[in-house]
């Protein structure tokens, strides 16, 4: 996969991004960040993006996409967008958590790195990581928890990144004082250049996904999944 066409595809927040890969080499990058629907804006993304580095889409030999969690719609677009590409050029597919890429741009930290995302009702996703020659491992489980809760696992020094710090950064920084190490805006975005960093990684070696058992990792199920349920 060294000098293959890689194509990363991130729907997970508010703001999407997408990169093309070849190796380690990053050929082009977007962001996405509009109240249009991704549904009406990926497809033309990607596109635009093989037109400006003038290279076809049967080219990619693989694709990358966050599998969640995040915003229930984008998780889907992204993942039925990344399911339709690999399926139509028969090409191998790997999906990356969403908080692992946020913990990817800090490669070289020597602190734990808490990747935040908002989860609404009060409550935010979260895990904590270390990173280990480059690459992020996961310390313990996937949390979904109200702020205070998350503070309250934060006894040292740690990276706190992502879009949750958008509404709960102040308040994380007023009660945890110096323990809080806030990233600064421009690092505290998914960046599509990072997943397709760690699905090259996997690539390498792991399996890729089996496309009939690819699905979005929501850590909360969606209100309409919820309202679907039996009630016992």
């Known amino acids: 996969m060294l000098k293959d066409l890689v194509l990363a595809i991130d729907t997970a927040s508010v703001r999407g991004s997408l990169a093309l890969l070849q190796g380690e080499r990053l050929l082009a990058e977007y ?134 710090l958008e509404r709960y950064g102040p308040w994380w920084q007023s009660r945890l004082g110096r323990h809080a190490v806030l990233a600064p805006p421009e690092l505290r975005h998914l960046r599509a250049s990072a997943l397709g960093r760690l699905g090259l990684f996997r690539l390498e070696h792991e399996q890729p996904c089996f496309l009939d058992q690819l699905a979005p990792f929501y850590l909360r199920p969606a209100e309409a999944e919820l309202h679907r349920r039996p009630i016992n």
């Open 31 to 164: 962001t996405l960040e509009s109240p249009a629907s991704y549904l009406n804006r990926l497809l033309p993304g990607i596109d635009r993006l093989f037109l400006d580095i003038q290279r076809q889409p049967t080219e990619i030999k693989a694709v990358i996409v966050s599998s969640g969690p995040g915003n229930y719609t984008g998780l889907r677009i992204g993942m039925s967008t990344a399911k339709g590409l690999a399926l139509g050029l028969d090409c191998p597919v790997v999906a990356i958590p969403t908080l692992e890429t946020l913990a990817a741009n800090f490669p070289f930290t020597p602190f734990p790195i808490c990747p935040v995302l908002d989860a609404k009702k009060n409550e935010v996703y979260a895990a904590f990581y270390r990173c280990k020659q480059g690459f992020p491992e996961i310390l313990g489980d996937y949390l979904l928890v109200t702020p205070a809760a998350l503070a309250d696992r934060i006894t040292g020094p740690t990276i706190l990144t992502g879009p949750g």
